[in-house]
């Protein structure tokens, strides 16, 4: 069965303070990795796709990257606004549209 | 932002009576879903739909049924609601992937629709 377990599930920083999210997936056979953001009270926001080990994207402050095991979602000098829930989900070879989710780490950044 | 809304964006109701959600989607992509997320549990697929009239069950089907009439919209039916069955409810959406091979990628959210069973 398709896992994902995410770590820590809470975090809180100072603003500046560089730190990174941890998303440990088992899968049998990796056709995707997703990376997105959620808001109280609204729907997640994509940030990133992650295909393959070794990959690595970013945006702004924030850079995610892959291994045969685990992504990272590295945050940069974090600012308040970058508070969120980030959520992590893997989609398996196949043919299923089937995303499996990670619960979710809540990152709160304080000023 | 994708186009997507849901509705209503908020819902109660009573144990035994039948609830529609819908998502409509203006961007005319084949793959739509319906999730529910709950604490504790993370997102979890109710259904999907990988084109009109076309539809398949995810992990927490039981005690939903969906339909698919036109591309753009998705309908989730609560056919007699249950207190378990109280959740926030998202729907997503996703077209062809741009690396090729005929799969879809990127799901993109709705709003959600946030429903109360008394």
């Known amino acids: 069965e398709d896992q994902v377990t995410q770590s820590p599930e809470a975090l809180r920083l100072q603003e500046g303070e560089s730190s990174s999210l941890n998303c440990s997936y088992t899968?049998?056979?990796?056709?995707?990795l997703f990376w997105y953001r959620q808001d109280p009270g609204k729907g997640p926001e994509f940030l990133f796709t992650?295909?393959?080990a070794g990959e690595e994207k970013e945006k702004e402050r924030l850079k995610a990257t892959l291994t045969k095991k685990e992504s990272f979602l590295h945050i940069t000098a974090p600012k308040p606004e970058d508070s969120a829930t980030y959520l992590c989900?893997?989609?398996?070879?196949?043919?299923?549209?089937?995303?499996?989710f990670g619960k979710g780490t809540k990152l709160t950044v304080n000023p | 932002d994708a186009g997507i809304t849901q509705s209503p964006r908020h819902k109660v109701t009573e144990t035994g009576t039948p609830v529609t959600l819908r998502c409509h989607q203006t961007?005319?992509?084949?793959?739509m879903y319906w999730y529910r997320q709950d604490p504790g549990h993370g997102l979890r697929l109710i259904h999907y739909?990988?084109?009109?009239?076309?539809?398949d069950k995810g992990e927490v089907s039981d005690g939903y049924s969906v339909s698919r009439s036109k591309t753009e919209d998705f309908l989730l039916t609560l056919e007699s609601a249950t207190s378990s069955q109280t959740s926030v409810y998202f729907c997503?959406?996703?077209?062809?992937?741009?690396?090729?091979?005929?799969?879809?990628?990127?799901?993109?959210f709705g709003p959600g629709t946030r429903l109360t069973v008394l």
């Open positions: 997503a959406i996703s077209g062809p992937n741009s690396l090729g091979g005929g799969f879809t990628d990127t799901q993109y």
């Open positions: 899968v049998s056979g990796l056709r995707g």
């Open positions: 992650l295909y393959s």
């Open positions: 989900a893997v989609q398996a070879q196949g043919g299923s549209e089937k995303l499996v």
């Open positions: 961007e005319n992509h084949r793959y």
């Open positions: 739909s990988y084109g009109v009239k076309d539809t």
